[in-house]
Every structure is written in structure tokens, then in C-alpha cells.
């Protein structure tokens, strides 16, 4: 299970704080990324991270603003959002892609994710 939280309306130049709570998984067999999918648009990539935790990607236009890491402990991800424009307004969604064989993919691609969050509403206005 997937559940996201932390969103909410920011005025532009704002911050937040996107959490994800997995259950059911061991963080050190997935790779965990952060999508959104904005009015009009169709899902997009934000970020993941691997299963060990050390490498990251991130979408062109929020690399130098987000930040997403990981609790282990706590089973959680996050994805630290600075600087917020109004382009960035959408659903965030946080997913889970499954560890096969030793293999995963450190990709944006949804169709690589296996389960997903409902989601949670990030309105970026003034």
C-alpha cells in the first residue's frame, strides 16, 4: 500500500513537503518514484530513487527545486518541493516498482510502477 500526504495550496516561490508511507514492501527492494499529473495533462515523472538509496533522477524542469529522499526507518519517501511555480499545480501520485530478478529500472516511465497512491493535490497560485 501506497499513501501519500503533505499537499495543499502554495503561493508561487513557496514550499512543501510530499510524504509517502509504504507498507507492505522493504524500501531496499524497490525503487520509488513521485509523478503528477496536472489538469489537462497526462502523468508525468518527477523523481525516483533506487532501491539502495543513492541514485536519483529527476524531470529537467525540477531537478535544480526538488529534492526526494528516503526513510527506511520509517517507511517513508519524500519529495521536498522549493520554489514552486504554477506549472507545477497537479495530483502527485507516489509508486513503487517492484524489484525483479535483481533488476530495476531508475526510470520516470510510469508503465515501470506497480503500485500506486491515490494521490494528493498540489495548487500552486496566488
Known amino acids: 500500500q501506497v499513501v501519500e500526504s503533505g499537499g495543499g495550496l502554495v503561493q508561487p516561490g513557496g514550499s512543501l513537503r510530499l510524504s509517502c508511507v509504504i507498507s507492505g514492501f522493504t524500501l531496499d527492494t524497490i525503487v520509488i518514484g513521485w509523478f503528477r499529473q496536472g489538469p489537462g495533462k497526462e502523468r508525468e515523472g518527477v523523481s525516483c530513487?533506487?532501491?539502495?538509496?543513492?541514485?536519483?533522477k529527476y524531470k529537467d524542469t525540477v531537478k535544480d527545486r526538488f529534492t526526494m529522499s528516503r526513510d527506511d526507518a520509517k517507511k517513508t519517501a519524500y519529495l521536498q518541493m522549493n520554489n514552486l511555480e504554477p506549472e507545477d499545480t497537479a495530483v502527485y501520485y507516489c509508486a513503487v516498482q517492484k524489484r525483479e530478478a535483481g533488476v530495476e529500472y531508475i526510470s520516470l516511465a510510469p508503465s515501470k510502477y506497480d503500485v500506486w497512491g491515490q494521490g494528493t493535490q498540489v495548487t500552486v497560485s496566488s
Open positions: 530513487i533506487s532501491s539502495s538509496g543513492f541514485r536519483t
